[in-house]
């Protein structure tokens, strides 16, 4: 069964240091983050008065307000001066430590503030939690902890347990009540937290070769990292699961797996581990599937229906998004893979919405982009991602169904770049042919953003470093039959196309002399059919570059599917006069000088081809098609039975046995002295 999955370009943040928020402006930001609490702000040890405790609960639930007014009444009857917090904690049945904050604790918030964990501090005990009760309550009270930034009313989504209004007022009644800890018989069993692999001895761990050392001060951090993943053939990958190798400053990492050199040659031009800049467009997700880390979330083992495949020699690109500590720390990931023996029987679509013409003027305080696409076939959307950066205010996902109903997807109404995640339902949400699938984002470049990375802000366009802007909601759907696979592939492919032109072009005239952009702006206008803007960019590479035999092949290439058949030879010819060996420019010159009627000069490169790649029965093939259109059907034949000679590969050879019955058919005359 073939089954062919959508492929789309990868844009993703990639941060600068130069964009990145100062620290005044992350401070003004967020003055409750954690980072800016101290032990200071752990409640005081001394009793409250039980008039203390009842105005305090007076503000918050009226139940409470009512026990404590009468608590109060009864202490002041009794002549008491002073309560004690527990005493005063029975009279109002105020929360306690062992039977209700120790377990709203561990299920929370312990996957990561756990001694080794991904968060700054430990809370898993009473000590612990204590000394950042007034921390936790108003953290949570802000919601900006546990980091759950989507509409609770979406979904429902995998691992989506943000916390209550009832548990937000529990943690605040129990630190205003000077955190008692109540009766150590009430509390739940103690958990362990492993730094092992959650999922399981993993088939292969691969790391960086060198960890890559962070600077000790300064703004956030995006580092670009390809990995090669040691393969000696094709592998099924049921998932991932990813060590950030330094917990204390890895925030997250984004995934991609790039087949082809192209990540390898950018990491390998900077002298340390890693790069910084953008991402290859080579770089994108395997089969339509999310790749990723965020703290505390461990994804689980696709079934093996459900599995992508990995190709020999593709290379793992991980972008990291770090946080200096203050002092220099070594960073180095290390990443599990999980295998399967069975390939897969289901391949999803990912779809990506968004504009990459975005282009906010400084002070703009609501800049809209809106996008869409109209599914051609039934689908079930299985997760989505939204991504933004700094600017972002409000994302928002949504379907609108034939019959005029809308089904929301994501909503999310203080958008924060730090806190991204993939959002997967419990239940895909099926769609029928015809629904249109839709984001609307609401950016705010004013100064009264407090995230906003310029103060006093300026201009803000499309890129994908973190000081510019994006605006994607990536989709992933899942189709009933592999024919609907490759009908939306194909309906999809030109839309997301035409996007990433635009956004290469933004970048261009920001980097107009990287010659790797021109080069993928112009790939991309040939897959639009557009070939003399595709030329223009191939032509600057090659001045760029013009010891490069690459940059004249592909200028050759794009001149040929222009039909400008004497351009594209003395393009080719450059192309081999600086490697004589590069046997795919001899190929495309026979093409060329095939299609000119030169066919003796045709077939000698072709014969050279051959020479250059013995072992190419796609070589042969080529050779045998030259020598039957210069009616030579004999040495045609022949050539054409070395090909099957070197493959068992039954479509290839089956294309040989028809090539070979046809120039048999033909073969009436001598071949040619």
Not at 132 to 147: D, E, L, N, S, Y
Not at 538 to 553: D, E, G, I, M, W
Request: glycine fraction near 6%; charged fraction near 25%; aromatic fraction near 8%.
């Amino acid at each position: 069964m073939k089954i062919v999955a959508t492929v789309v370009a990868a844009c993703l943040l990639v941060s600068h240091p130069r964009g990145a928020p100062t620290a005044e402006t992350a401070k003004n930001a967020e003055k409750s983050t954690y980072n800016e609490f101290s032990a200071a702000s752990a409640p005081p040890a001394v009793p409250y008065r039980a008039s203390q405790l009842a105005a305090k609960a007076t503000a918050r639930n009226a139940t409470a307000r009512n026990a404590t007014a009468e608590s109060a009444e009864l202490a002041e009857k009794k002549n008491y001066k002073r309560v004690s917090a527990v005493s005063a904690f029975s009279a109002v049945a105020f929360p306690t430590y062992a039977k209700d904050i120790a377990p709203l604790i561990a299920d929370r918030c312990a996957m990561c503030h756990h001694e080794g964990g991904s968060a700054p501090f430990s809370l898993t005990t009473f000590n612990e939690i204590k000394r950042h009760a007034a921390q936790i309550a108003a953290v949570t009270r802000k919601r900006f902890m546990p980091p759950w930034k989507a509409d609770p009313l979406d979904g429902p989504f995998v691992g989506q347990h943000p916390l209550s209004d009832a548990e937000i007022e529990l943690l605040q009644q129990w630190s205003d009540a000077g955190t008692p800890e109540g009766d150590p018989r009430e509390l739940p069993p103690a958990r362990s937290w492993t730094e092992g692999w959650q999922l399981g001895a993993p088939d292969l761990v691969i790391t960086l070769p060198q960890p890559y050392t962070l600077p000790p001060d300064g703004t956030d951090v995006f580092r670009i990292f390809a990995i090669p993943i040691p393969t000696d053939r094709p592998r099924f990958v049921r998932g991932l699961e990813f060590h950030p190798g330094n917990a204390r400053v890895v925030h997250h990492a984004n995934i991609r797996v790039d087949p082809t050199p192209a990540s390898r040659r950018l990491d390998a031009a900077d002298p340390a581990p890693g790069y910084d800049g953008v991402i290859a467009r080579s770089a994108n997700y395997p089969d339509g599937h999310f790749l990723g880390w965020t703290p505390g979330q461990v994804a689980p083992l696709l079934p093996d229906s459900l599995s992508w495949r990995l190709e020999q020699d593709t290379d793992l690109v991980v972008e990291l998004h770090m946080q200096p500590s203050g002092k220099a720390e070594r960073v180095s990931p290390a990443i599990g893979f999980y295998f399967s023996d069975v390939p897969p029987t289901r391949i999803p679509a990912m779809l990506r919405l968004g504009r990459q013409s975005i282009d906010i003027p400084a002070g703009e305080s609501h800049y809209t982009i809106d996008d869409a696409f109209t599914l051609p076939v039934d689908a079930e959307v299985e997760a989505v991602q939204p991504h933004a950066h700094y600017r972002a205010r409000e994302v928002r996902g949504f379907a609108t169904l034939p019959d005029g109903s809308t089904r929301r997807l994501i909503d999310i109404a203080d958008w924060d770049f730090r806190w991204q995640h993939v959002y997967r339902f419990v239940t895909p949400v099926k769609l029928p042919k015809g629904t249109t699938l839709a984001m609307r984002y609401v950016y705010d470049n004013s100064p009264s953003n407090a995230r906003n990375p310029q103060q006093p802000p300026t201009r803000a366009r499309w890129g994908q470093r973190s000081s510019d802007e994006m605006g994607d909601l990536w989709i992933q759907v899942l189709t009933r039959t592999d024919q609907d696979l490759e009908a939306l592939s194909r309906a999809f492919r030109p839309k997301v196309a035409a996007e990433d032109v635009i956004g290469y072009e933004v970048e261009i005239e920001k980097h107009p002399n990287e010659a790797d952009l021109h080069d993928s702006a112009a790939m991309l206008y040939l897959e639009l059919g557009r070939y003399e803007p595709a030329i223009a960019h191939f032509t600057r590479t090659t001045a760029l570059k013009p010891q490069s035999a690459q940059a004249h092949y592909n200028l050759g290439t794009g001149l040929t599917m222009a039909r400008r058949l004497d351009a594209a030879a003395a393009a080719f010819r450059d192309s081999l006069r600086l490697d004589p060996s590069y046997a795919n420019a001899h190929n495309n010159l026979g093409n060329v000088l095939l299609a000119q009627g030169k066919n003796d000069a045709a077939i000698r490169e072709f014969r050279e081809v051959a020479r250059l790649q013995p072992q190419s029965a796609g070589a042969l093939r080529n050779l045998a098609a030259a020598y039957a259109v210069d009616g030579q059907f004999p040495l045609a034949v022949e050539t054409i039975d070395r090909a099957l000679q070197l493959t068992s590969s039954d479509p290839i050879a089956g294309e040989l046995r028809r090539q070979r019955a046809m120039y048999l058919q033909r073969r009436t005359d001598p071949p040619r002295q």
